[in-house]
């Protein structure tokens, strides 16, 4: 990746409502570059999508649950999982994992407890015939949080990275 592309990429990261504008300025270059080299980190995938870093608390949510699971593994049941996870919003994160006995993970998002475990037990409902075990750890979105969830994090990784 050219280095102004990650330079944008870093912004982006930082604060993805800056304009073209103020990038160009900021990275020292024309607003026409920053504009062309934005729209090449979308068609590349290196942007998926330009988004906000909300406050979930402040929201009404509060609980993230990280869920690991163990089950079978064949295509049609990780197209059977991808699915089902597709179409729950609250479903942030899923993904095939590698653990002590897990080989699952999902991060999912929720109002309080009694949300959550009308979630779970429509995860061992529809999960009978696939999950043969599982363990959540909850997290309260209104007790200490040590560092914040953010993208910017990131950037500060990227910046570090040389060419």
């Known amino acids: ?51 906000v870093t909300p406050d979930l608390s402040a929201l009404g949510f509060e609980i993230i649950a990280i869920t690991s699971f163990a089950s079978k593994h064949s295509d049609d049941i990780a197209e059977k999982a991808r699915k089902w996870t597709m179409a729950r919003p609250n479903v942030l994160f899923a993904a095939r994992a590698e653990g002590t006995t897990k080989n699952a993970v999902m991060v999912s998002l929720h109002k309080n407890y009694t949300d959550y475990h009308n979630f779970m037990s429509e995860v061992k409902n529809e999960g009978r015939d696939i999950v043969t075990d599982y363990e959540t750890m909850l997290v309260s979105l209104g007790g200490l949080v040590i560092k914040p969830f953010s993208l910017k994090y990131i950037a500060e990784i990227l910046e570090k990275v040389k060419d």
Do not use: W, Y
């Open 1 to 51: 990746m050219k280095k102004t592309m990650r330079r944008i990429l870093c912004e982006l990261l930082k604060n993805s409502s800056k304009s073209d504008r103020e990038l160009a300025k900021h990275l020292g270059v024309s607003q026409p570059t920053v504009s062309r080299l934005r729209n090449r980190l979308v068609e590349e995938g290196l942007i998926r999508h330009f988004s």
